[in-house]
């Protein structure tokens, strides 16, 4: 089945900086891939995703990218505020599944 | 539009007590899930419904059962509770066709002791 490596499992930036969460996948035939943040005590919040069709999608200050070669997709967040803190999941679908697989989160902690 | 509610929000059960947690959405959605969230473990899905009347099983479905009640609700039943059911549950619900996104209730924070 499909496995889903995330890096790194903690993250620190500076208030303004900008921060990025690393994902592999394995199974060839996954063509999408959701990013959630998760809030403390929340339920995960889907926040941008990407199609296999695409290489790129930006949404005001996060940014997706995929590497379908490299079975490789990245979160990018860039001006980051306090907000901003939470845990991230990366998750990775198979075409014509209906089951998710996440990667094990990376908790963001942005200092004012 | 309340998105995805799950009841209760915490529970505490001794070994070998049942119990079901509820789910239900409003945004007519096919698609029905539940996930159970361990410390470092990321989520992972216990079952799911595909649509209303289906249910399959997910990566971790050992000792639960579900029930998917209309299009609306699906149940998570835990029939003999153990200590290692100890979770947060998560119910989700999505669409199928040109859209996967899937969307996730609050979650259910169960103790087994």
């Known amino acids: 089945g499909e496995n889903v490596e995330q890096h790194p499992s903690t993250l620190s930036v500076q208030e303004g900086d900008s921060a990025v969460i690393k994902c592999t996948y394995s199974?060839?035939?996954?063509?999408?891939f959701p990013w959630y943040k998760q809030e403390l005590g929340k339920g995960p919040q889907l926040i941008i995703d990407i199609r296999s069709n695409v290489g790129e999608k930006k949404d005001q200050r996060i940014a997706v990218t995929l590497n379908k070669t490299a079975k490789h997709f990245s979160l990018h967040i860039t001006e980051t505020q306090p907000e901003d803190s939470a845990v991230y999941f990366c998750a990775a679908q198979r075409a014509g599944s209906y089951q998710l697989t996440f990667g094990k989160g990376t908790k963001l902690s942005v200092i004012p | 539009n309340a998105g995805v509610t799950q009841t209760p929000k915490f529970q505490v059960l001794k070994t070998g007590q049942s119990m079901t947690l509820q789910c239900a959405q409003d945004?007519?959605?096919?698609?029905m899930y539940w996930y159970r969230q361990d410390p470092g473990m990321g989520l992972r899905l216990i079952y799911y419904?595909?649509?209303?009347?289906?249910?399959d099983k997910g990566e971790v479905p050992n000792g639960y059962n579900v029930s998917r009640l209309n299009k609306r609700e699906f149940s998570l039943r835990l029939e003999s509770a153990a200590p290692s059911q100890t979770s947060v549950y998560f119910c989700a619900s999505g669409f199928r066709g040109s859209s996967y996104e899937q969307y996730f209730g609050p979650g259910t924070r169960l103790t087994v002791t």
């Open positions: 945004m007519n959605h096919n698609s």
């Open positions: 419904s595909a649509s209303e009347g289906t249910t």
């Open positions: 199974d060839s035939a996954s063509n999408y």
